[in-house]
T-cell receptor, first 111, second 118 residues
Framework: QKEVEQNSGPLSVPEGAIASLNCTYS??????FFWYRQYSGKSPELIMS????GDKEDGRFTAQLNKASQYVSLLIRDSQPSDSATYLCAVIDNYGQNFVFGPGTRLSVLP | EAGVVQSPRYKIIEKKQPVAFWCNPI?????LYWYLQNLGQGPELLIRYENEEAVDDSQLPKDRFSAERLKGVDSTLKIQPAELGDSAVYLCASSLGLSSGGITDTQYFGPGTRLTVL
């Protein structure tokens, strides 16, 4: 059974700070990794995907992947109150094309 | 481009009643997913379709849940009879699918149906 773990939070950071969200996964054959943002009462929306070891930057967001350590993270720079949401880590393998979601980390950015 | 459409958005029923949810995926998306999401948890896959074929229904409680995607486009998820523990948000998602040729298959979610079983 593949597992994806996240700290449930809440993670509170002041406005303008860097928020760091972490995710670990158990399946070594996992190939693709996704970060979704979910506002309360809304459906998940894709923020970033990452497939190779290293960093991937998109605006204020940076995803970091370390397959050897089975670890993926999301950094949010210059955090804004509008970033307050639950962030879901999702992992997919190249066999079944099935996403396994973590439980999510709730982020609160304080003005 | 229209996103994934789901209906109804909300449903309140009494236990032991049947209920059905409908999903229309993004045009051209071959893969369709049904997820269940409980409060404070991530989505859990119920069933995945590639076109009209259910390729993974291992997590679908088949004693009371059923799903269909007859023409490889719209899909319906049914619960009969509903139980108190079925109260959750039911999410539908779609993606281009394996025919897109790679592992970069992004899923797009619909707004979900919030089911309350009394």
């Amino acid at each position: 059974q593949k597992e994806v773990e996240q700290n449930s939070g809440p993670l509170s950071v002041p406005e303008g700070a860097i928020a760091s969200l972490n995710c670990t996964y158990s399946d070594r054959v996992s190939q693709s990794f996704f970060w979704y943002r979910q506002y309360s009462g809304k459906s998940p929306e894709l923020i970033m995907s990452i497939y190779s070891n290293g960093d991937k930057e998109d605006g204020r967001f940076t995803a970091q992947l370390n397959k050897a350590s089975q670890y993926v993270s999301l950094l949010i720079r210059d955090s804004q109150p509008s970033d307050s949401a639950t962030y879901l880590c999702a992992v997919i393998d190249n066999y079944g094309q099935n996403f396994v979601f973590g439980p999510g980390t709730r982020l609160s950015v304080l003005p | 481009e229209a996103g994934v459409v789901q209906s109804p958005r909300y449903k309140i029923i009494e236990k032991k009643q049947p209920v059905a949810f409908w999903c229309n995926p993004i045009s051209g998306h071959n893969t369709l997913y049904w997820y269940l999401q409980n409060l404070g948890q991530g989505p859990e896959l119920l069933i995945r379709y590639e076109n009209e074929e259910a390729v993974d229904d291992s997590q679908l409680p088949k004693d009371r849940f059923s799903a269909e995607r007859l023409k490889g486009v719209d899909s319906t998820l049914k619960i009969q009879p509903a139980e108190l523990g079925d109260s959750a948000v039911y999410l539908c998602a779609s993606s281009l699918g394996l025919s897109s040729g790679g592992i970069t298959d992004t899923q797009y979610f619909g707004p979900g149906t919030r089911l309350t079983v009394l």
